[in-house]
């Protein structure tokens, strides 16, 4: 059953044109993994489908009845609610009456002897009783305690900002719908949590829409993955690893169809400039595919790929040393006698719970805060980078240039040249006409990508990283990874995502809700290996999750050459293949209009967007089957041409 679709979606903000002729359908039993570099729209898209916010045309369309659920990234709350309230903030009637019990409940405890409240008390619970909820009660408790909210009464207002995330989510989790989307749900939980949402979401049998930068998780919670790439939606069936193969095998092929497409328009070029004349249907026919054509090519190309100059300062042996190491929050202990030596090309995770202490102890080691004992010695060459949560502070209206020129106009890097700030700008996908943007105008993700930047043009030889993952694309993060590969500094980072942890890290210390800490040589999984072998479990246990091992690419295989003749199949399919062009074009148009026409009949549009999605799939086909017939005759012309003047 298809319980939503996007039928040409374009949305613009000003003169940034975000995406054009959008659809997207997600059925029953879908779990949709939508990924893209940020700055595509990813959050703008789920608000759209929400109808949170209008499209500029195109239109959604909910299948009757459909409870959908959804996440934002930046939740809302009534005014003083409670944890249990706004967990419970569903507006299915099941959800009402299970807040109407729980407030109840707060005013029994607050008045015991009003025996008003005490009647309606019992009356709400033999109501609980008939609809059978009160499973759904304790079940929401479970899925906070699990997201690592405990206190029920708190009120919301009064919570970090992470914490009120992790609220919502338990409210997406708890609330009964068909279609759940979830926009960065792995965002603010730590990596344990992460592992058990995995669980969670593996085993609802409903449908799911989300936005996600967790690889291990797109790899094992989703079956089809759908990428917003340069203002269009391709969509693969499979996991993450599976999309990683597919998306290859895609790039590849565009660019061998992209390079005959130049070929042939260099071609048709030239025999416009000879002063083709429209004096027949066919020459007509012509032109008007060579304008296609030169469309084609300038507004599709290949994606940019972030590129990024591993540069640092020099560094002495002496870095950072951590002795009997203490801090305390209002009496409570965060950090106890922690001694650690942090070694020249060290790379380190620092993991554990949230609210164990992790951000602080970085915070500690870059002089930010003092510690209660102990102390922090640091090497006289040390050089920081702090690349915190908080990212972007300040004024906004800043021009995104002249915000990266503040830290520093140049970055040397290690063959002893110098680039600019621009040139960096340009390798970290800020195109020239966004380097004069406000910053206002960013997304978060392109927010936190430019803070990335000026933290890395200071040259520093220790990088220290909170959270590094949160609100970076796979894109970014994938080329983040392969900068710290050449990187010769330190990297100290603290992580929930266990990809990264398994990409980057060479050693973990772990800090304990206990207040013990643990080092350990190792990745992230070598460290699941060994915690899980000291429970009992063997390596195939039920409760064991290992991350899977890096989607290996497919190689590319050596294709043979064109033969250099045409066939009679080919000559004459040559001939034949522009009206079959038309006649497809034709038939695509008739199908847009029917769908145009198709008011509010679900299933019928249902049908038509269907065959539209066939019948432009098969134009692609005609399209690039016409493009290699034209090259391969060109080629034979050529061959023929040669074979001539040589014989002359």
Known sequence: MNLLAAEDISKSYGTKALFSGLNLGVN??????????????KSTLLKILMGIEPPDSGRIIHATNARIGYLQQNPVFKERSTVIQAA??????????????ESALAEAEAAPDDHKIRARLATLGERMDEAGLWQMESQAK?????????????????????ERKRIALAAALINPVDLLILDEPTNQIDADTVAWLETFLKERQ???LMVTHDRYFLDRVTNRIVELDRGQLYSYSGNYSLFLEKKAEREEQEQATAAKRQNLFRRELAWIRRGAKARSTKQQARID?????????TTTGPAREMEITAGASRLGKKVVILEQLGKSWDGRPIITDLDYTFLPGDRVGIIGPNGVGKSTL????????????GRVEIGSTVKFGFFTQEALKGDESQRVIDYLKEQAEYLAIADGQRISASQMLERFLFSPDMQWTPIAKLSGGEKRRLFLLRVLMTAPN??????????????????LEEYLDGYPGVVITVSHDRYFLDRVVEKLIALEPDGSIRHFTGNYSDFLEERFEKSGLSSSGKNRELPAPEPKLPEKTAHPKPQLKLSYKEQRELDGIEAVIDATEGRLARVRERIAQAGSDYQALQELIREEQDTDHELQELMNRWVYLNELAAEVARNKSSKTNSGS
């Open 206 to 208: 409903e449908a799911l």
């Open 289 to 297: 595919r060579f304008q296609k054509l030169e469309t084609e090519i």
């Open 88 to 101: 419970l903030q569903g507006n299915s009637p099941q959800m009402q009456l299970v807040r109407e019990y």
């Open 362 to 373: 970085l915070r500690l080691i870059a002089g930010m805060i003092q510690p209660d004992t």
């Open 142 to 162: 479970m899925v906070l305690t699990k997201l690592g909210i405990s206190d029920f009464s708190a009120v919301v207002d009064t919570l970090s900002g992470g």
């Open 28 to 41: 029953s039993g879908d779990k949709v993994g939508l990924i893209g570099v940020n700055g595509t729209g």
């Open 462 to 479: 220790v990088l220290l990283l909170d959270e590094p993952t949160n609100d970076l694309d796979t894109q970014t993060l994938g080329i």
